[in-house]
T-cell receptor, first 115, second 115 residues
Framework: SQTIHQWPATLVQPVGSPLSLECTVE??????LYWYRQAAGRGLQLLFY??????ISSEVPQNLSASRPQDRQFILSSKKLLLSDSGFYLC??????????????FGQGTRLTVV | GQQVMQIPQYQHVQEGEDFTTYCNSS?????IQWYKQRPGGHPVFLIQ?????EVKKQKRLTFQFGEAKKNSSLHITATQTTDVGTYFC???????????????FGTGTLLAVQP
């Protein structure tokens, strides 16, 4: 069976500090990978989307970047955090294009507070 | 760009009352998915609808896909406190020639159930 791991669960970081959130998927190959951000009480904003190693689509201009160094590893980074980067960050995976089922499976999320 | 809007943003009901959330897209969709996010949790996939006019049921939940495949609804009969959470619809981004696996989420409906 497939599992997705995302860590850490919570994070408090000072403004201007770097960020690295990691997400790994097990039990499948060549998944689509996503990073979403959710502000308190709000919807899910797609930040990055990847269909393969080294292939990253950035959805909104921002202070963040993403990388996919391995097939099942997705990393969200920032060189210098801003207060507005606070939120609930969710990693997700779905089956590759062409598959019948396209639902997304989410990690537990990382609650980031920038102070 | 493609937008997926949900109404209402928030609904407060007494336990036992029915609840409906509606999802509307600016474009024709290849399929639509529904997710539930419990407070403090991550979104969990509920169901996927593919066919025009499709209706699916999961116990007290009824999901419907519009004939034009531009709207969908989720109806909960006789709500219970366990139904509390935010309900999201989501759909693959539509591009010329078909759909991608990039999931665009609706704005969500927060359901509160008073015992």
């Amino acid at each position: 069976s497939q599992t997705i791991h995302q860590w850490p669960a919570t994070l408090v970081q000072p403004v201007g500090s770097p960020l690295s959130l990691e997400c790994t998927v097990e039990g499948t190959s060549n998944p689509n990978l996503y990073w979403y951000r959710q502000a308190a009480g709000r919807g899910l904003q797609l930040l990055f989307y990847s269909v393969g190693i080294g292939q990253i689509s950035s959805e909104v201009p921002q202070n963040l970047s993403a990388s996919r160094p391995q097939d099942r590893q997705f990393i969200l980074s920032s060189k210098k955090l801003l207060l507005s980067d606070s939120g609930f960050y969710l990693c997700a995976w779905s089956w590759a294009r062409g598959q019948v089922n396209t639902e997304a499976f989410f990690g537990q999320g990382t609650r980031l507070t920038v102070v | 760009g493609q937008q997926v809007m949900q109404i209402p943003q928030y609904q407060h009901v007494q336990e036992g009352e029915d609840f409906t959330t509606y999802c509307n897209s600016s474009t024709t969709l290849s399929n639509i998915q529904w997710y539930k996010q419990r407070p403090g949790g991550h979104p969990v996939f509920l169901i996927q609808l593919v066919k025009s006019g499709e209706v699916k049921k999961q116990k007290r939940l009824t999901f419907q896909f519009g004939e034009a495949k531009k709207n969908s609804s989720l109806h909960i009969t006789a709500t219970q406190t366990t139904d509390v959470g935010t309900y999201f619809c989501a759909a693959p981004q539509q591009i010329y020639g078909g759909a991608t696996n990039k999931l665009i989420f609706g704005t969500g409906t927060l359901l509160a159930v008073q015992p």
